[in-house]
């Protein structure tokens, strides 16, 4: 079954951050579906908890250079 992770992310100023970040979380094994809205600052990404965890999710947003702060 799948779960959806919904993400606060500062820092983004253009659609290329929200891009960089969602490619990110794309390519992440485990993610069904990504989607960064840079106007809410959020990231709703709907994965497989048995092979990724949504602290692993903040991690890989973190590593492209921005703060993620988990919403629910
Ligand atoms: Mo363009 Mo967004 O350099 O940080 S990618 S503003």
Do not use: W
Request: proline share 1%; charged share 15%.
């Amino acid at each position: 079954s799948s779960q959806i992770c919904r993400i606060h992310i500062s820092g983004m100023t253009c659609t290329s951050c929200s891009s960089t970040i969602e490619s990110a979380l794309q390519t992440l094994h485990g993610v069904q579906k990504a989607r960064v809205a840079l106007t809410t600052e959020e990231a709703e990404v709907l994965y497989d908890p048995n092979i990724v965890t949504c602290n692993h999710l903040m991690e890989a947003i973190q590593d492209t250079g921005f703060e993620a702060l988990l919403i629910s």
